[in-house]
């Protein structure tokens, strides 16, 4: 569901919001510290320490289990952390949303088949105290043209804006999407960021999970991984590729020998494949330069890494290096 459940009825913020954002002594939009979650046996996440700041646009950006989930609802005061504190604009998370400062747009969730779109904002709205008017959070959405268009008719994209348009009726200081896209076509989850991008320009700080590398690279500002409970890096996307940096070397080359091509003064790891090889690499130019010039390589091509490499390096177990290079915060390595 979304902010605008029954239990924020007139506890929503006056008018115009409070300001949170404007003020320059306002704690941060989430402060997570030495953040525990455990299930029975299941440690879900272990250890996060976490700052967002006001206006930032945050990917939290995992595998299947990665704890992604257990740590938004600890942020939306769904549920509580088995050790640590989590406290949203200073305060209590759930005190947060009573205030109308936090929507959120979940992967599913309630909408009625039967209203049209527009009746579905409306209905939402007179739930709260203070509410965005309908027209402005339709348009926000990226829904006006389809405002008379019955729920069970929309697909599937369409659905999920008109959860964006509910998660903004409180006009909240931080809107938190847990994969908000999953299961759209490429069409459908450009549009939808689009309209998200469109409103996050306004100052708001967004947070949210997802699969997906490429929502991650092209709408976050900062990406923070994670990995079986722990955060395995932070940073821009262009800092996330960087800690898995490096090249890889590819040529044709047959009958090489891997023993003779590891000993290659550049070569950080070696495959074979037929009669090509992969040479990966943090110098490839001193790789290609021997590749030329002392063996019989030939049809070069070098290829740097991209975020997807860099995902895959940092989430995996046995993925040594990236660990090493930023262990997760207070984590016994
Ligand atoms: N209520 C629960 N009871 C038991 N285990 C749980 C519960 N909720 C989550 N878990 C476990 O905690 C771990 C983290 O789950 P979580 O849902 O936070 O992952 P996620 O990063 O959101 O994954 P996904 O990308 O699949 O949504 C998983 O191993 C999951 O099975
Ligand atoms: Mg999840």
């Known amino acids: 569901m979304t902010g605008a459940e029954p239990s924020t009825v007139g506890a929503a913020t006056p008018a115009g919001g409070i300001g949170f954002a404007a003020d ?3 704690p941060s939009a989430v402060d997570l510290r030495g953040v525990h979650k455990t299930f029975g046996t299941v440690r879900a996440v272990r250890g996060i320490d976490l700052v967002v700041r006001h206006g930032e646009v945050m990917a939290f950006l995992g595998p299947n289990g990665a704890g992604k989930t257990s740590t938004i609802d600890m942020i939306l005061g769904l549920s509580q952390p088995t050790a640590g504190e989590v406290e949203v604009f200073g305060m209590e998370p759930r005190q947060a949303i009573v205030r109308g400062l936090v929507s959120a747009v979940m992967q599913s969730g309630g909408l009625l ?3 049209t779109v527009a009746e579905t904002v409306r209905y939402t709205a007179a739930l709260f105290a203070a509410s965005r008017p309908v027209a402005e959070v339709l348009a926000r959405a990226g829904i ?5 268009r019955l729920v069970g008719k929309c ?3 369409e659905q999920q804006r008109l959860r964006f348009a509910l998660a903004l009726v409180p006009d909240p200081e931080l809107l938190i999407l847990d994969e908000p896209t999953q299961g759209m076509d490429v069409e459908g989850r450009r549009g939808f960021w689009k309209a998200i991008h469109e409103d996050a320009a ?3 700080t967004i947070v949210f999970a997802t699969h997906y590398l490429e929502e991650a690279d092209a709408y976050a500002d900062r990406i ?3 990995r079986t409970g722990e955060i395995v890096a932070d940073g821009t996307a262009a800092e996330i590729k960087s800690l898995a940096s490096g090249r890889t070397v590819r040529a044709t080359l047959p009958g090489a020998d891997a023993a003779s091509l590891r000993r290659m003064p550049g070569a950080d790891d070696v495959e074979i494949r037929g009669d090509t090889v992969l040479i990966h690499s943090s110098d490839s130019d001193v790789v290609a330069r021997h590749l030329l010039n002392e063996t019989a390589a030939h049809d070069l091509e070098i290829t740097a890494h991209a975020l ?3 995902f895959v ?3 995996t177990s046995d993925s040594e290096s990236a660990q090493s290079k930023r262990p997760p915060p207070g984590a016994a390595q």
């Open 24 to 26: 320059p002594i306002t």
């Open 313 to 315: 390096a940092l989430t």
């Open 155 to 157: 697909s599937g994209g």
């Open 224 to 226: 923070v991984l994670i």
């Open 202 to 204: 306004k100052g708001r």
């Open 144 to 148: 006006e043209p389809i405002k008379d």
């Open 308 to 310: 997807e490499d860099a």
């Open 113 to 115: 088949k039967d209203l």
